[in-house]
């Protein structure tokens, strides 16, 4: 079966660090993937996605980046934090819901604080 | 944006009555997704509907889907304490997948 892994669950940056985020999935190959952010109380913020290897389309213009080094890895990094990248943050998969249509399958997330 | 928007944006009932929750959305769509969120936790899908179809069942749950007032409702019948949690809809363009604001339920013991 197909599942997705999220790391760091939980971390707390300064302003001005660097930013790793990396989720995997196993049991699925060349998979659609997705990086949403979540702010407190608030809904999904499609980040980026990516087809394939190398292939990353950006959604909102920020100081983000995400690269898919592997079929089944997908990183989201910052060179220099703000406090305003403060959030939830989510990544999926794109899988085949029972009928041939697509539905999203999501990690446990990664919460960050930047202070 | 081609975020959606989710009516109302919190919900408290009793167990046992029925939730409602409304979902507008801008543009038009192949299909619309309802999600679902526990606290702190990523999202789980619960029910897809296409844009041809204008009603779906799936065990207490219950979505319609107006493509000319580009809106759709889900319904929890019987609600359950575990029922509590933050109800999204997401519709998608190609491979791109937008989610709205999200209703937040509370159901009270």
């Known amino acids: 079966s197909q599942t997705i892994h999220q790391w760091p669950a939980t971390l707390v940056q300064p302003v001005g660090s660097p930013l790793s985020l990396e989720c995997t999935v196993e049991?699925?190959?060349?998979?659609?993937l997705y990086w949403y952010r979540q702010a407190a109380g608030r809904g999904l913020q499609l980040l980026f996605y990516?087809?394939?290897?190398?292939?990353i389309s950006s959604e909102v213009p920020q100081n983000l980046s995400a690269s898919r080094p592997q079929d089944r890895q997908f990183i989201l990094s910052s060179k220099k934090l703000l406090l305003s990248d403060s959030g939830f943050y989510l990544c999926?998969?794109?899988?085949?819901?029972?009928?041939?249509?697509?539905?999203?399958?999501f990690g446990e997330g990664s919460r960050l604080t930047v202070l | 944006s081609q975020q959606g928007e989710e009516d109302p944006q919190a919900l408290s009932i009793q167990e046992g009555e029925n939730a409602t929750m409304n979902c507008s959305y801008k543009?038009?769509?192949?299909?619309l997704q309802w999600y679902r969120q526990n606290s702190g936790r990523g999202l789980v899908h619960l029910i897809l509907?296409?844009?041809?179809?204008r009603e779906k069942h799936s065990g207490r749950l219950r979505v319609t889907l107006d493509t000319s007032k580009k809106s759709s409702s889900l319904l929890i019948t019987a609600s359950r304490a575990a029922d509590t949690a933050s109800y999204f809809c997401?519709?998608?363009?190609?491979?791109?997948?937008?989610f709205g604001t999200g209703t937040s339920l509370t159901v009270i013991p």
């Open positions: 509907i296409r844009s041809n179809e």
């Open positions: 990516s087809v394939g290897i190398g292939q």
């Open positions: 049991g699925t190959s060349n998979p659609n």
């Open positions: 999926a998969w794109l899988g085949l819901a029972g009928e041939g249509s697509g539905e999203l399958f």
């Open positions: 543009t038009s769509i192949n299909n």
């Open positions: 997401a519709t998608d363009f190609g491979n791109q997948f937008y």
